[in-house]
DNA sequence: AAAATGGTCAACCGCGTAGTT
DNA sequence: CAACTACGCGGTTGACCATTT
């Protein structure tokens, strides 16, 4: 488990890049691919160490990068990622086109984590910090868990849409190592890519529940999730449909988790390359809920536009927090518990929970959970037209909330 | 005008892990 | 199987710039 010792090499250079060292990594990266990095430095003339000549492409030479503000868009999405992932700054990058993780990180360290704080909401825990403090440590416990059970479950959602870009990105690679002598943007971003899928689904959190698939292939992550029947079960709801291509077939997976408008309102990677004509498209988070944020999703930048915070705040953490207690109440479910029957659990799965969010479900609001959630994915007994109001609600208010919250709000 | 303070972000550091020998 | 290499990730630092005092 040796360390690299590259970068405590003597004599190499650290601090700002120059332009003609950009110039020089640029000039090497578009004429031979970035290849080893921990070569490239020699072989491009460079006093640095392979590291810091990755992280200067990945981080600004890249010529698929976006700089300047974020979007509010890209807000909203970083986000809702991040109540989902956490901290998973390179997970939360792949949907957001020409974005890096370093920029995403630094956006949220400097802006958005302020924000919500001053709005009262934690932004770890994306619950309101009075909620937080109520908790008991019981509850910390069981939520902590939960987080765990959502993080497997979104890194499923991730690498379903990734696999899309997977996909594109190594056809399209290919076609330029075919048919001309640039590879580098295919290549690099193509490595990145699959790095990164790999990276994010051998990276389980502290306590994950179940044992996800093997991660070797991508597509071996999603076999189980998807041919086991816990989409399945989800699709026979209506809910969600998701389909990946041909099984164990990398040359044309298509991945799409769209809804109709009736369904949950949870979030749609937008696989759909295939058929797109912008080839940057990444799947990004597609918010589908009620009429009237469609448009206000097409405004520009987070600077404006964020009246009306409080109401949208309430609702968000009431919504939220609502959530939270349905995803404790699952859980604790008792066959999660002893069964151990990872079926069960993977049925259940957390977009499952998602759609499941109905905090009129009184089993859900017992202490230890209930014996709920069976996991066929009908909605229960509930009313459909509300459970999928209420879950229209939840996501809406965090797209009412990021529309409407100021950024330099007076009130904070 | 100068100093102090705060914000931003590029870059570095250390760790975990996949892959190789 | 152990040792090692290479890489990517997330946390942190520090230089630079803007604003305030």
Not at 240 to 268: K, R, W
Request: proline share 6%; charged share 20%.
């Amino acid at each position: 488990m040796g360390r690299s010792p590259c970068c405590d090499k003597v004599g190499l250079k650290k601090g700002p890049w120059t332009p003609e060292e950009d110039q020089k990594l640029l000039a090497y990266i578009e004429e031979h691919g970035h290849g080893s990095w921990r070569a490239l430095p020699a072989k491009a003339g460079l006093q640095r160490c392979g590291k810091s000549c990755r992280l200067r492409w990945t981080n600004y030479l890249r010529p698929d990068i976006k700089r300047g503000k974020f979007s509010l868009q890209e807000e909203q999405t970083i986000i809702q990622l991040h109540a989902l992932l956490g901290n998973r700054w390179s997970a939360i990058a792949t949907h957001l086109p020409k974005r890096t993780d370093n920029e995403i990180k630094n956006y949220w360290n400097t802006h958005l984590k302020k924000r919500l704080t001053k709005m009262g909401i934690d932004p770890v825990t994306h619950k309101p910090k009075n909620d937080a403090l109520l908790s008991s440590d019981g509850q910390s416990k069981t939520a902590a868990n939960l987080s765990h059970m959502a993080q497997w479950e979104s890194a499923r959602l991730e690498a379903e849409a990734r696999l899309v870009r997977e996909s594109k990105l190594r056809s399209h690679s290919l076609q330029q190592q075919l048919g001309s002598s640039s590879t580098f943007a295919s290549s690099s971003s193509a490595s990145t890519s699959a790095s990164v899928l790999n990276n994010n689904n051998n990276k389980p959190e502290a306590q994950p529940p179940p044992p996800p698939p093997p991660s070797r292939s991508s597509l071996d992550v999603l076999k189980p999730w998807n041919n086991g029947g816990w989409l399945k079960s989800i699709e026979g709801s209506g809910a969600i449909a998701s389909t990946v291509g041909v099984s164990g077939d990398l040359e044309s997976p298509t991945s799409t988790l769209s809804f109709s408008e009736n369904a949950p309102p949870i979030m749609s990677a937008i696989g759909g390359e295939n058929n797109n004509n912008n080839d940057n498209a990444m799947p990004m988070i597609e918010f589908v809920g009620s009429s009237g944020n469609s448009s206000s999703l097409v405004k520009e930048e987070g600077e404006q536009e964020w009246k009306g915070y409080d109401s949208s705040i309430t609702t968000f953490s009431s919504n939220l927090h609502e959530f939270t207690m349905s995803m404790e109440g699952t859980w604790a479910h008792e066959s999660l518990r002893t069964s151990g029957s990872h079926d069960d659990i993977v049925e259940e799965g957390f977009t499952n929970l998602l759609l499941k969010t109905n905090s009129e479900d009184p089993s859900l609001s017992s202490e230890g959970g209930g014996e709920s959630n069976n996991g066929d994915g009908d909605g229960g007994g509930g009313s459909h037209s509300d459970f999928y109001e209420d879950n229209n609600n939840y996501w809406n208010s965090i797209l009412n909330l990021v529309n409407s919250s100021p950024s330099d709000s007076p009130m904070f």
